[in-house]
C-alpha cells in the first residue's frame, strides 16, 4: 500500500468527493484507511457509569484505499505515487506527476 498515515490524500469517489484530510491510520492487510473529517459516521453510546456522558459521538469510520489519491506537497496536485532507488540503496516514493520525493 503507498498510502501512509500522516499522508494528505484526496477522495475520488463516494458521498465525500473532492475532499481533502490527513490518513489518520492505514490498515495494509484489509486495504483502507481512515481520514480525517471524511466518511463521518453516528455511533450511539451508553454511558458505562455516572462520569461518563452517553449521546450520539461523530468518528471516521474507514475506506478503501482504491477510492482516495495522494496530494503532493510540492505541486499540491492529486498524483499516483511511484518508486525510486537512491544511489544509497534506500527506496522513496515519487510523484508521477512532477517527480518530486514524497
Known amino acids: 500500500m503507498k498510502i501512509r498515515k500522516d499522508d494528505t490524500v484526496v477522495v475520488l469517489s463516494g458521498k465525500d468527493k473532492g475532499k481533502q484530510g490527513k490518513v489518520l491510520s492505514a490498515d495494509p ?7 480525517a473529517g471524511v466518511n463521518v459516521a453516528s455511533k450511539h453510546r451508553k454511558p458505562r457509569n455516572q462520569q461518563e456522558e452517553g449521546g450520539i459521538i461523530k468518528m471516521e469510520t474507514p475506506i478503501y484505499v482504491s477510492k482516495v489519491q495522494l496530494v503532493c506537497p510540492k505541486c499540491g496536485k492529486a498524483t499516483r505515487v511511484g518508486k525510486s532507488v537512491k544511489e544509497d540503496g534506500s527506496r522513496v516514493r515519487v510523484c508521477k506527476k512532477c517527480g518530486a520525493e514524497v
Open 29 to 35: 492487510k484489509g486495504m483502507k484507511v481512515t481520514v
